[in-house]
């Protein structure tokens, strides 16, 4: 299984160049609370005054004494981050040149992109009831692909409805959900009926969500994901070229050209868009567009 975790690793080491870049980092020395402005740390010559990352919270640094470290008043859970506890040992990053939590938001924007084309296959089950025509799906379907029932008999057959007609924009006064299927087909009554549908990929939280389980995608798409997540984090390493009081200064002191992350943004894009091409056509083998007539 894919956990949440091996696609943030994955993706920071892409984006990390795997070993050339090397971020100053350190620990914690004593555990710290959601609230707490002041920590230790094992070696404070390797922070600096401005943003640290504990875990997966961006904290402010004020000030440093030895191996104390303060934050601004304001210092704690900065740039749409959350103030959270830390555990002893919690690995402590200056200026993290990508923080995790930017990681985990566009691998989740990459599983919501990727899942429009690659969805997730489910089902849902009733008892057919003779007078009755609509049944109601649940609020996750996204597209029905069949509709089966189970024939009387030791067969242990499921017959394939043949006349169904899937309504997203059901009445919500009588159909919660605002989704429901009409069957149209001549059924016996009490028997099961099975109605496949796709829904839309599930975003990870956890660290020990899988791409998998929780998110519903198979394991062939965790390259797809990660890929999706790099070219866009690349795409922004340009505006930090930038400096906004002199951009013509901006360019002699930086070593990287502006444009240079963008070309690269373009590259690993193009690597995703063929892989994604790749699963799509797996995912269309798998599941083919199914005929059925209406009513």
């Not at 504990?54 to 103030?83: M, N, Y």
């Not at 993290?96 to 919501?112: D, H, M, Y």
């Not at 059901?170 to 009554?189: R, Y």
């Not at 050209?257 to 699963?279: D, F, M, N």
């Amino acid at each position: 299984m894919t956990t949440f975790n091996n696609l943030i690793d994955d993706a920071l080491t892409m984006l990390h160049g795997y070993v050339r870049n090397q971020e100053q980092t350190t620990w914690l020395t004593a555990a710290l609370d959601s609230s707490a402005i002041t920590l230790s740390v094992n070696n404070g010559a390797r922070v600096g005054m401005g943003r640290v990352e504990i875990d997966d919270e961006l904290v402010f640094v004020d000030s440093i004494t030895g191996s104390t470290v303060a934050l601004a008043p304001w210092g704690r859970g900065i740039d749409g981050t959350t103030a959270a506890s830390h555990v002893i040992n919690s690995k402590v990053t200056f200026t993290p040149l990508f923080p995790r939590s930017q990681v985990k938001v566009q691998l989740n924007n990459t599983i919501n992109a990727v899942g429009r084309q690659i969805q997730v296959p489910s089902y849902t089950t009733f008892s057919f009831v003779a007078p009755r025509t609509t049944y109601a799906l649940p609020a996750d379907v996204d597209a029905v692909s069949e509709v089966s029932w189970q024939v009387v008999g030791p067969s242990r057959l499921w017959q394939k409805a043949k006349r169904w007609t899937y309504n997203q924009v059901a009445n919500t006064t009588e159909w919660p959900t605002g989704k429901t299927v009409d069957i149209f087909d001549s059924i016996t009554p009490g028997r099961t009926v099975q109605v496949n549908y796709f829904k839309d990929p599930s975003g990870l939280s956890s660290g020990s969500d899988t791409l998998e389980t929780t998110a519903g995608l198979p394991a062939s798409c965790r390259d797809v994901v990660v890929l999706g997540a790099v070219a866009k984090l690349l795409s922004a390493v340009d505006a930090s070229l930038l400096d906004q009081n002199s951009v013509a200064a901006g360019f002699f002191d930086e070593k990287r050209q502006p444009g240079s992350g963008s070309t690269v943004a373009r590259t690993i894009y193009a690597l995703y868009q063929q892989r994604l091409s790749e699963e799509i056509d797996r995912f269309r083998n798998q599941y083919p567009t199914p005929v059925h007539y209406r009513r």
